[in-house]
């Protein structure tokens, strides 16, 4: 409900202009940290599409390897073999790779058995590819002792080799050879994986965004020793008669209506507010129509501009405290 709000006598103590300087920094400020938060958070988002669509693109058992690297691999046992020393490894391609296997174990999500192995090429190894096939030839027949995922299989890839048992492992002589070839922008560009710059990136926007949050409440707090207030909503008093429902109270005035936090301030309706723009240009003349315990509001002439988000609304006469 609009009511007046108390004036204190007394005298009031005027800011200096210093302090008003200082608020218009903080605001500057937190403008600007708010601008790189949101760019912050943009490329985040295009980090995460460029890592999706690196995923999309990546070949099936796809390995990328450096001349001198090792790294370790794992698949699943082909049908038939008990451990690690009797897989059958087949090559093809340059000449320098080596599969040496390690271990059986079982796997952790399906609970099959599983093989692991070092994976190394010669530091003088020729670049390209290389088909590095572990030998299992599916059966072609089907037969009832058969699981159903055998008898898949079987339908499938009878008398074929397992395609999940056949790895390319592509050889680079340096890394920038290997980062040139990269499905990911991004790891083309700076050498690091996509996730992980969107992971930094949305870390520093959330701490450029908190940043921002303390700058303004400075920013707001400096400027209302001023009587000048940060504008948090603009509404459209035609539209908020066309929007109304049945029986509800219509507003008794058109116009542009901002709304501020009042932080405490003084302040009475019918007193004069001035529209100031983000670059602090006067822009219209208004008044204060309603005043509660934590906004005010004032109203600007609906043929004059429409104010934008973040117009600042001072007041015309200062009230004493």
């Not at 087949?90 to 080596?98: H, S, Y």
């Not at 093989?115 to 590819?129: F, H, K």
């Not at 058969?146 to 009878?158: A, M, P, V």
């Not at 509404?235 to 429902?245: E, G």
Request: with cysteine.
């Amino acid at each position: 409900m609009t009511q007046q709000m108390p004036v204190k006598t007394g005298l009031r103590k005027s800011p200096d202009d210093s302090s008003l300087a200082l608020a218009k920094s903080l605001l500057a400020r937190s403008r600007f940290l708010g601008r790189v938060s949101a760019f912050l958070f943009i490329l985040a988002a295009v980090a995460v599409i460029d890592g999706l669509q690196t995923l999309v693109r990546h070949e099936f058992n796809s390995i990328d390897l450096l001349a001198g690297e090792s790294v370790l691999v794992s698949g699943m046992m082909p049908a038939g073999a008990k451990t690690h020393d009797d897989l059958v490894v087949e090559m093809d391609g340059p000449p320098g790779l080596t599969f040496k296997a390690l271990e059986t174990y079982k796997g952790f999500w399906m609970g099959g058995h599983m093989w692991r192995a070092e994976l190394s090429a010669a530091p003088d190894m020729a670049s390209g590819p290389v088909i590095l096939t572990i030998v299992d030839i599916v059966k072609a027949d089907v037969s009832d002792s058969q699981t159903k995922d055998e008898r898949d299989r079987t339908l499938l890839f009878g008398g074929m080799q397992n395609p999940a048992l056949v790895h390319t492992v592509t050889v680079y002589a340096t890394e920038a050879d290997r980062q040139a070839a990269d499905n990911s922008l991004l790891r083309r560009l700076t050498g690091i994986q996509p996730f992980a710059v969107a992971a930094l990136c949305v870390l520093l926007a959330l701490l450029t965004g908190i940043a921002n949050w303390l700058s303004f409440l400075r920013a707001e707090k400096g400027l209302a020793l001023h009587d000048i207030y940060f504008g948090h909503a603009v509404k459209d008093m035609r539209v908020a008669v066309k929007q109304a429902l049945p029986g509800q109270k219509l507003p008794a005035a058109s116009g542009y209506k901002v709304s501020f936090s009042r932080l405490g301030r003084p302040m009475i309706v019918g007193d004069g507010a001035r529209l100031l723009d983000r670059d602090w240009n006067e822009r219209e003349r208004g008044a204060i129509v309603e005043v509660d315990r934590l906004k005010g509001h004032a109203l600007f002439p609906e043929d004059g501009v429409r104010p934008g988000h973040g117009w600042l609304v001072t007041l015309e006469t200062t009230q004493s405290k």
